[in-house]
Each structure stands twice: as C-alpha cells, then as structure tokens.
C-alpha cells in the first residue's frame, strides 16, 4: 500500500506539472504552434493552417481532461467516498480519449517524419483505443483488479506527447539526429516504452498488495 501511495503521488506531481505545462505552451505562449510547424518541412498534403490548429487546440483540451480525468480515478480516497463519481468520470475519461484519438488520427498524415511518423501514430491511437475497451469490458464483468490493471496501461498513453519529445530531444540534441528523424525514432520508442512501463507498475503495485 505505501509503494501505491508513493507512485500516485509521483504521478499526480508528473500529471499536474504536464497539464499546466501544455496548457500554458499551447494557449498562450504559442497558439499558433510556430515553433511545432517549423520542424514539419517536406509535407506531401497542404497543409490547411486554421482548421489543424483548431483540431489541434480540441487535441490538446482533450488530452489533458483525460490525464486528469484518469489521475482522479485512481485515488483510493475518491472511489471510497464517491463510487458514482468514480463510475461517471472513468466515462469523462473514455469520450476524452475517443476524442484525442480522432483529432490524432486527422493530424497523422501531417507528422513531422513524413509517412513513417503517420503509421506510428496510428497505430499509437488504435493500441490506446484498443486498451482503454478493454478497460471498460473488465469492469463491466466486475473483474476490479484486471480493470484496474488495463487502466493502468490505458493511462500511460496520456504521456505520449511527453515520451515522444523526450526521445526526440534525446536523439537530436544529444545525438546530434536530423529532428525529423529523432521524432520518428520518439514515435517508435514511445510505443514500446508505453507498453512495457505500465507492466512493470502493474507487477509493482501487485507485489506491494501481497
């Protein structure tokens, strides 16, 4: 139990931090996401400036609700005191998913890296989608723990746009890669870090309940 209390604890400090961060970068310091779109060179679709950016603005609101939405709903002390608010918020959390992964999957053939970027992207949104019905399919048969666990997993995909800048950073800053190139390389190593972290957290927060 403490092992859990000090992991939430590290990813409501991870989780806030990130949602204001995002928030504060992408509504007020550059809405225009000048800085984003100067890395995308060599796009094969024209890209139509208003209406991606007002896509990305509603990826960006949906992103966020759902890293909250999904840090309220692993605390102990809510879904003890307030089961109905616990029930209706995991719902919140779903729609803001589904709605992150739609205006992902519009942005796709825009990545930055070109075609093999988009691909990884896609199948970025598919595997989220595709984890969080799983979710939903155990608690539905009242199996807690497996929910719990796929929720787990689901819930470390609202770090993707954080795990894929801190690869590119990695790989072009560090390495001295083209940027197009570390993002791709942060794509594809996204997928993998986000499918293999939440298995260890998951055996972790097992160990701990023994």
């Known amino acids: 139990m403490k092992k859990r209390k000090i992991l939430y604890g590290l ?9 204001l961060y995002t928030l504060v970068t992408n509504y007020r310091i550059d809405p225009g996401a000048e800085v984003f ?7 094969k679709r024209q ?3 208003p209406v991606w950016l007002n896509v990305m603005h509603v990826h960006v609101a949906f992103a966020c609700i759902s890293m909250a939405a999904g840090l309220l709903n692993f605390s102990n002390r809510i879904f003890e005191k307030n089961r109905k608010f616990h029930r209706i918020n995991g719902y919140v959390y779903l729609v803001s998913v589904l709605v992150v ?3 992902s999957g519009y942005m796709a053939p825009y990545a930055t890296g070109g075609k093999i970027s988009s691909m990884g992207f896609n199948v970025l949104n ?3 989608m595709l984890i969080t019905i799983m979710a939903l399919v155990q608690i539905k048969k009242k199996r807690i723990i497996r929910h719990r666990n796929w929720m787990v997993r689901s819930y470390a995909f ?10 590119t ?10 940027y197009s190139t570390g993002y791709t390389i942060g ?6 870090l986000l499918l293999v972290i939440p298995n260890v957290i998951i055996r972790t927060i097992g160990q701990s309940e023994r």
């Open 47 to 49: 890209l139509n400036l």
């Open 101 to 103: 992964v739609i205006t």
């Open 37 to 43: 779109l100067s890395y995308k060179t060599g796009l």
């Open 158 to 167: 609202c770090f993707t746009n954080m795990s894929i800048h801190l690869i």
């Open 126 to 128: 598919i595997l989220w």
């Open 187 to 192: 794509v594809y190593g996204s997928i993998g």
């Open 11 to 19: 990813l409501a400090c991870v989780s806030i931090l990130f949602i």
């Open 169 to 178: 950073s990695l790989f072009h800053q560090g390495f001295g890669f083209a």
